[in-house]
């Protein structure tokens, strides 16, 4: 699990750099591609965020469960 959000943190800093490139125009892209490329990956990094939020419930979730343990009523 820890390197699923590894890569997902790397992930997350590489669309980081890509949106604040294209925000500050240094990319070969005319202005309406760059648009749409910001737009997707915009759309991207909330997916990204959210896949790690899942992963750090399930993590901190897991952690008092075991085989054989069972939640009393």
């Keep these: 699990m820890a390197d699923a959000r590894e ?5 997350k ?7 604040e490139m294209l925000k500050e125009g240094t990319t070969f892209h005319d202005s309406m ?8 990956y915009e759309e991207k990094l909330r997916e990204i965020e959210e896949l790690i939020r899942r992963i750090n419930i399930r993590l901190v979730y897991s952690r008092g ?4 343990d069972t939640p009393s009523d």
Excluded: D, F, S
């Excluded at 890569?7 to 992930?11: A, C, G, H, I, S």
């Design 7 to 11: 890569v997902l943190e790397t992930m």
């Design 33 to 40: 591609k760059r648009a749409y490329y910001l737009k997707e």
């Design 65 to 68: 469960t075991g085989p054989g």
């Design 13 to 19: 800093e590489v669309a980081k750099i890509r949106i």
